[in-house]
């Protein structure tokens, strides 16, 4: 299909890429209207090998002739840099956007059975570290993410985007029963793990073979750590041992290690 030439911020056609630096508004808006945004050719390939379906595709004017894999089905527009920036916010260096629909997220309990190792992310509202943490878990073997209802939300683009794309390839869903799902994923046959860098918790190395078996590993925010209620729900409290006197890793850091731990 051709592209769409657009000459002004203001056109309706590009709304879904207006002000994509202002968080607080594309979080609000973003999940109720059915939308998520990809960057670049990379993650916009991964997630339509994931299935997503695309609204549409803004791309820098100059790169119209070498973007020949977006799909025929969606309109393509195109802009120079400078309306490229007044529409998105930001300079636009990967030269192509897409706007993505949303698709329904999985049954909780559906998702549980088909899993054998997951993550359970308690309060991760950081898009960066969130982003980096479904990265992992998808190179490490980590078959299903649950989140807590106070996480980001790991369509938004900046969490697509420092996952790679690889928050496509990986279910998830979020919970709207806290403390209460923790014991759901116990009822569903997993051994609750909660990661932390507290006194008491045994090192992960230690871990026998029945507490790997089907191991829902617990992590925790950044600063606060995980709640009371969570450590409360573990089977068990774990630590990746630290040296020089390091009090914690930050948590896509001690992530990815459990994840690598837990896989071998
Ligand atoms: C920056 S830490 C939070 C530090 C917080 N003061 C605490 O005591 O939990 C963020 C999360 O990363 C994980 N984490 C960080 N370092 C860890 C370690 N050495 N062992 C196990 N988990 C760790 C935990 O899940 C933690 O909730």
Redesign the pocket.
């Known amino acids: 299909m051709p592209a769409q030439t657009i000459t002004s911020p203001d056109d309706p056609r590009i709304g879904d890429y207006r002000a994509l630096t202002d968080v607080e508004l594309r979080t609000r808006w973003e999940p109720p209207n059915g939308l998520f945004i990809a960057e670049g050719e990379l993650v916009i390939s991964r997630a339509l090998r994931a299935g997503y379906r695309m609204r549409s595709a803004l791309v820098d004017e100059k790169r119209v002739a070498q973007l020949t894999d977006l799909p025929a089905y969606c309109p393509i527009y195109a802009a120079n840099q400078e309306v490229l920036e007044s529409i998105t916010g930001f300079h636009v260096h990967r030269g192509v956007l897409a706007s993505f629909h949303r698709r329904e997220i999985p049954d909780m309990s559906e998702m549980l059975g088909n899993a054998t190792r997951i993550a359970v992310l308690e309060g991760l509202n950081t898009h960066t570290n969130l982003g980096a943490l479904f990265r992992s878990a998808a190179a490490l073997g980590i078959d299903a993410v649950v989140l807590s209802p106070t996480c980001a939300d790991p369509l938004y683009r900046r969490a697509v985007r420092v996952s790679m794309g690889e928050v496509f390839a990986i279910p998830y869903a979020k919970s709207d029963d806290w403390p209460g799902t923790l014991t759901a994923i116990r009822e569903a046959g997993f051994t609750l793990l909660a990661?932390?860098?507290?006194e008491g918790a045994i090192p992960i190395g230690s871990l026998t073979p029945q507490q790997r078996e089907r191991p829902a590993l617990l992590?925790?925010?950044?600063?606060?750590?995980?709640t009371g209620a969570a450590m409360d729900a573990a089977d068990a409290r774990?630590?990746?041992p630290?040296h020089n006197g390091v009090d914690?890793?930050?948590?896509a850091t001690?992530g990815a290690l459990a994840f690598y731990e837990i896989g071998r």
């Not at 990661?195 to 507290?198: I, K």
């Not at 992590?219 to 995980?226: D, K, R, T, V």
């Not at 914690?248 to 948590?251: D, E, H, K, R």
Request: glycine residues 20%; negative net charge; proline residues 10%.
């Open positions: 990661l932390t860098p507290g992590l925790g925010a950044e600063g606060p750590g995980l774990v630590v990746i630290m914690s890793l930050n948590v001690a």
